[in-house]
């Protein structure tokens, strides 16, 4: 026998009409209301039918159907999302991931490359016979950062990663399975009457075109605000209860403008790149594999973030609508980054459909410092919590609002009253929701401000220069290991190497060979055939730079100074040989 939870109310008005079925008895059942067909209103609809509440709960959404949205833009949705596993729709999710290798971090106003991140040094950490595990500097930036893929195979063994998927890809992989009849196009909500008596609510629609008198949805027993950070329900909430309970959304002093280029370049080719200046930022990410079976045309979403006074940037958001649209937002695009250098920026506008962009200021709120018990209402996604994009946890955290509401209805540790699982539900989405809302307010301040944001990719690319050269002196080491007990019919001679304090090496090793799994990492790098020898030769300095190494860090910044300056000659021949 099912325990009775918050919910229990569905399944007796199931077995009732079950029973005895009238059009009248069903229009006064107690009904669960989902607002916003977004990836939270799709992901707790889904959720809640595949847990067997199959009648009642309907998915409203002012759309007039599922391909009335633009295309969308690229999400980023962690494997670790225990989330997206226990809904199955993770492999799913891994069919439609679009993989990126790697990613650099270049310095907008000189062509400088700050720095690189991608999977080739995870790749050998993860290979080599001495090391496991990556280091702490290293995995903090895999945990924490949005850029972060996986190559999308999906073997049992493979490390988990981010997936990058479409919007509108995830969107429909939840719509698909949610009943057609249990969705409701074009229904906006106009208003929500709170009936105390009998702890329901009374939900009316606008008119439109469609619908030219106004619906009223009658005794609805809970409803899922899921609409987004303008959300309507929220502005219902912050008249009844005031803004201890719905605070005002805050401005982060950045616009916002998403794109999508088919330009074909180095960059671009199953990778990104930031690109700051220090008022700017622009991120890109594949977006559509031309591997792909049904989209021969490789695309890159890109991200271009401005700081700007809000005035300037409702003033793009009001554009949208208008016949110049596109025309306004090229120039706006290319007038913040005509002095860019080091990436193709001007080509990538060329080959941008900019009226299928989307512009608009940033929001987000601060935390509740009160929760309201009405027993009715549950606010999840960004009608909870709006964030910056930034750190890359709007989409994993909508999921987990999600199912953590579902778990609060319906899980084991589902209590009786709906009063307290709502409660109980808000009070543990915020802890978690509002740390990363913070967490991604505080990058958007620091990749646009001119001084936080270049002392901010100096340390973090030093301390990961430290890793990177580690795992790469190994490999040199590694391979002057083989090559000598090749040479001497397999006797170990460790510790003639170990003993070379001064750093030099012997005669035999003139011409080091880089080891198997090293070429493959140089490989990934994207540097070409005709390049390997220098980076070679660039290793062999690291290795001698990293051997003098007193502990202190000093050899971490010669590092960072030497490797800054090889990759940066390095992208420059192999972007001259790409183009």
Known sequence: ?????????????????????????????????????????????????????????????????????????????????????????????????????????????????????????????????????????????????????????????ERKGNLRVPRN????????????????????????????GNSTATITLKKNRHRPTNVLIENCALIVAADGSHSKVQKIRQKLYGKEVVPDLKYLGVVLITGFTSLKHYLLNNRGFYAVDGQSRMFTMPFADENKDDNREQKTMWQLSVRCDEEEAKRLYGERESTGFDQIIK???????????????????????????????????????????????????????????????GANTAIEDAWLLCEWLDGPKAPKSLHTALKC????????????????????????????????????ITSLTKAQSETFCQAMRESRRRKRRKKSGGKEEEEEDDNDDDGSDDDDDDNVDIDERALRVCEELGFSK??????????????????????????AVKHYKLKKQKMKMLLELDLDASS
């Not at 399975?177 to 009936?195: D, S």
């Not at 509002?434 to 002392?455: G, L, M, N, T, W």
């Open 530 to 555: 005709k390049h390997i020898d220098s980076i070679v030769e660039g290793e062999e300095e690291r290795v001698r730079i990293d051997d003098d190494d007193d502990g202190g860090g000093g050899g």
């Open 1 to 157: 026998m099912r325990k009775r939870n918050p919910l229990a109310f569905l399944k007796d008005d199931e077995e009732r009409t079950t029973k005895n079925a009238t059009k009248s008895d069903e229009k006064h059942e107690s009904k669960v209301i989902v607002i916003g067909g977004g990836i939270a209103g799709c992901a707790v609809a889904c959720e809640l039918h595949r847990r067997g509440y199959t009648k009642n709960v309907f998915l409203l959404e002012k759309d007039e159907s599922k391909s009335s949205r633009r295309q969308g833009y690229g999400l980023t949705i962690s494997e670790t999302n225990m989330a997206i596993e226990k809904m199955n729709v993770l492999n799913a999710l891994k069919r439609e991931n679009v993989s990126s290798k790697q990613h650099w971090t270049i310095d907008a106003r000189n062509g400088d490359v700050l720095g690189y991140f991608g999977q080739l040094f995870r790749e050998y950490l993860f290979t080599s016979s001495k090391s496991s595990e990556p280091s702490s500097s290293l995995r903090r930036r895999e945990d924490d950062e949005e850029e972060e893929g996986n190559d999308g195979k999906g073997g049992e063994k």
């Open 425 to 460: 539900f808000h009070r543990e989405s915020f802890a978690k929701a509002f740390k990363r809302v913070r967490q991604s307010r505080e990058a958007c301040e620091i990749y646009h401000d001119p001084v936080k944001v270049f002392r901010f990719c100096e340390n973090e």
């Open 169 to 196: 890809v995830v969107r429909e992989i939840l719509l698909e399975r949610i009943p057609k009849e249990n969705i409701l196009w074009n229904a906006e909500v106009e208003n929500i009457e709170m009936n105390v």
């Open 331 to 393: 120039q706006f695009c290319m007038e913040k980054t005509n002095h860019w250098r080091g990436v193709p920026i001007a080509k990538m506008f060329e080959k941008t459909d900019f009226s299928h962009a989307w512009a608009g200021p940033l929001y987000d709120r601060e935390e509740p410092t009160k929760i309201v018990d009405d027993g009715i209402i549950a606010v999840i996604g960004d009608a909870s919590h709006p964030m910056s994009p930034f750190k890359g946890q």
